[in-house]
């Protein structure tokens, strides 16, 4: 496949020697997912669309979906609606009412053989000045060389602050029709070829990574599912489990809220999918988490028994492990083998530490599935030590209605990370989007301020 563009922002452009745009980027991950190599040709759109309209598997984007272009090519998408406007300078904007008023101005600054010039020309205007780049049709107008400039909502701010100029000093004075934007595929190339395409693109819109890359560049209402609906109207299918395990996850005032669960929901808005988020016992969210389709449990201690069950995200946070003891107590724990002897360890059932220590070999585990009863049953002596972390342990005994003051560490037996646990079945492009929008999280602060906010220091 011949891949094409040409400089516009903020479709395609290029940036300190990269080509990006919202376009590009939706482009070259489906050439990612379908395995498509090479390069994207910049080329002046007249080229470009030469090249689409008499080459077989040539692609051709942002492309406007008209009327008069629709038998031309295949087309994939849609994706986003474009509003096409008059600009005008402000301080010397004409009164402009209708299309026909349009053509008694004396010129009007339009692009070479790209789609809005095409309009303006099939509807009868012989006043058109007409140039091989958007930016020189704006200082054409702004130098008063044109009395309008042809364009559309998102691209005009947009050239006009490369161009150096405010996006406030020109003007929208009359709208001529809404358009979508689609890719185009030449019409000589196989039509399994552009399904292909179509069901990639329409795969990425499920699963959250189009209004992802979208989103960083267009406003919310110009994003598009179909040329009907918009993305918040798409069915959600991704089941998001957690537990009650404070600072992580815990229910308040009838919300589930903690550091994981904040970030899991961070995510979610950015990619643009509801919460769906359900507090369940962990044992039970561990067993959806590996038995059904689209599933993700969360936090979850990536241990090498586990490493093969999920496909991992994160990490959220880390923790280190350790065994506590009533601090009115004088048991002393000096090493790994000595915790073995002691009679009663009280463990969260099927939790990651009571699976660490059975792994061990530890045949005095005494789980239960409320982690919280743990520090009442320490207190009574129901049990001489809790498998517990310098994360949750504070949380837990205030929950329960203890100092943190009277535990005491008897012995710190292991440091780990806490992840997003996905289902083995989900596919590997939400895997990598969720560990994209992790990673750009902690790139921008995000992630440090929901940290801070449950006093958590991260590395």
Same mark, same amino acid.
């Given at each position: 496949?011949?891949?094409?563009?040409?400089?516009?922002?903020?479709?395609?452009?290029?940036?300190?020697?990269?080509?990006?745009?919202? $376009?590009?980027?939706?482009?070259?991950? +489906?050439?990612?997912?379908?395995?498509?190599?090479?390069? +994207?040709?910049?080329?002046?759109?007249?080229?470009?669309?030469?090249? &689409?309209? @008499?080459?077989?598997?040539?692609?051709?984007?942002?492309?406007?979906?008209?009327?008069?272009?629709?038998?031309?090519?295949?087309?994939?998408?849609?994706?986003? @609606?474009?509003? &096409?406007?008059?600009?005008?300078?402000?301080?010397?904007?004409?009164?402009?009412?209708?299309?026909?008023?349009?053509?008694?101005?004396?010129? +009007?600054?339009?692009?070479?053989?790209? #789609?809005?010039?095409?309009?303006?020309?099939?509807?009868?205007?012989?006043? &058109?000045?007409?140039?091989?780049?958007?930016?020189?049709?704006?200082?054409?107008?702004?130098?008063?060389?044109?009395?309008?400039?042809?364009? /559309?909502?998102?691209?005009?701010?947009?050239? *006009?602050?490369?161009?150096?100029?405010?996006?406030?000093?020109?003007?929208?004075?009359?709208?001529?029709?809404?358009?979508?934007?689609? +890719?185009? =595929?030449?019409?000589?190339?196989?039509?399994? =070829?552009?399904?292909?395409?179509?069901?990639?693109?329409? /795969?990425?819109?499920?699963?959250? $990574? #189009?209004?992802?890359?979208?989103?960083?560049?267009?406003?919310?209402?110009?994003?598009?599912?179909?040329?009907?609906?918009?993305?918040?109207?798409?069915?959600?299918?991704?089941?998001?489990?957690?537990?009650?395990?404070?600072?992580?996850?815990?229910?308040?005032?009838?919300?589930?809220?903690?550091?994981? *669960?904040?970030?899991?929901?961070?995510?979610?808005?950015?990619?643009?999918?509801?919460?769906?988020?359900?507090?369940?016992?962990?044992?039970?969210?561990?067993?959806?988490?590996?038995?059904?389709?689209?599933?993700?449990?969360?936090?979850?201690?990536?241990?090498?028994?586990?490493?093969?069950?999920?496909?991992?995200?994160?990490?959220?946070?880390?923790?280190?492990?350790?065994?506590?003891?009533?601090?009115?107590?004088?048991?002393?724990?000096?090493?790994?083998?000595?915790?073995?002897?002691?009679?009663?360890?009280? @463990?969260?059932?099927?939790?990651?530490?009571?699976?660490?220590?059975?792994?061990?070999? #530890?045949?005095?585990?005494?789980?239960?599935?409320?982690?919280?009863?743990?520090?009442?049953?320490?207190?009574?002596?129901?049990?001489?030590?809790?498998?517990?972390?310098?994360?949750?342990?504070?949380?837990?005994?205030?929950?329960?209605?203890?100092?943190?003051?009277?535990?005491?560490?008897?012995?710190? #037996?292991?440091?780990?990370?806490?992840?997003?646990?996905?289902?083995?079945? @989900?596919?590997?492009?939400?895997?990598?989007?969720?560990?994209?929008?992790?990673?750009?999280?902690?790139?921008?602060?995000?992630?440090?301020?929901?940290?801070?906010?449950?006093?958590?220091?991260?590395?």
């Amino acid at each position: 496949m011949v891949l094409i563009t040409e400089e516009g922002i903020p479709y395609n452009y290029t940036q300190g020697g990269k080509l990006t745009g919202v $376009t590009t980027q939706v482009v070259q991950e +489906i050439t990612r997912r379908l395995g498509i190599a090479g390069d +994207i040709q910049v080329l002046p759109w007249a080229r470009g669309y030469k090249r &689409l309209r @008499t080459e077989p598997n040539v692609v051709l984007f942002t492309t406007a979906r008209t009327v008069e272009r629709d038998s031309l090519f295949h087309w994939v998408g849609p994706l986003f @609606t474009v509003r &096409l406007e008059f600009y005008a300078r402000k301080s010397a904007a004409p009164r402009i009412g209708s299309l026909d008023a349009a053509k008694q101005v004396g010129a +009007i600054a339009t692009y070479k053989d790209d #789609f809005r010039e095409q309009i303006l020309k099939s509807l009868g205007f012989t006043n &058109l000045d007409s140039s091989n780049s958007p930016k020189s049709n704006i200082r054409k107008l702004m130098s008063g060389r044109v009395d309008l400039w042809f364009y /559309d909502n998102i691209g005009a701010p947009k050239i *006009a602050s490369d161009a150096g100029i405010d996006p406030t000093e020109i003007e929208a004075v009359f709208t001529y029709r809404e358009h979508f934007s689609y +890719i185009a =595929i030449s019409k000589q190339t196989s039509p399994a =070829i552009v399904q292909q395409w179509q069901a990639t693109l329409d /795969d990425m819109k499920a699963d959250g $990574t #189009f209004w992802w890359l979208t989103r960083k560049w267009l406003p919310p209402e110009a994003i598009r599912v179909s040329e009907r609906q918009t993305h918040t109207d798409t069915p959600f299918s991704l089941k998001l489990y957690t537990e009650d395990s404070p600072p992580s996850s815990y229910e308040e005032n009838g919300r589930i809220k903690g550091l994981s *669960a904040d970030i899991v929901r961070e995510i979610l808005r950015r990619i643009g999918q509801p919460d769906t988020i359900a507090l369940v016992p962990w044992a039970r969210g561990y067993q959806l988490a590996q038995s059904e389709a689209n599933t993700a449990l969360f936090s979850t201690t990536r241990l090498p028994q586990r490493e093969a069950l999920f496909a991992w995200v994160g990490p959220l946070y880390r923790q280190r492990w350790g065994l506590y003891r009533w601090r009115a107590g004088t048991l002393r724990i000096p090493d790994i083998e000595a915790a073995k002897q002691v009679k009663r360890i009280g @463990t969260y059932r099927q939790d990651a530490k009571m699976q660490y220590l059975q792994a061990l070999g #530890f045949e005095n585990l005494i789980p239960t599935n409320k982690n919280i009863t743990n520090v009442t049953h320490l207190q009574r002596g129901n049990i001489d030590l809790w498998a517990s972390s310098d994360f949750n342990m504070p949380h837990l005994a205030r929950q329960a209605g203890a100092s943190p003051d009277q535990l005491a560490l008897a012995y710190a #037996f292991h440091t780990v990370g806490n992840y997003i646990a996905f289902s083995k079945q @989900t596919s590997p492009h939400v895997i990598r989007l969720w560990q994209a929008v992790l990673d750009e999280m902690k790139s921008d602060g995000s992630y440090q301020r929901i940290c801070r906010e449950y006093n958590y220091v991260p590395e």
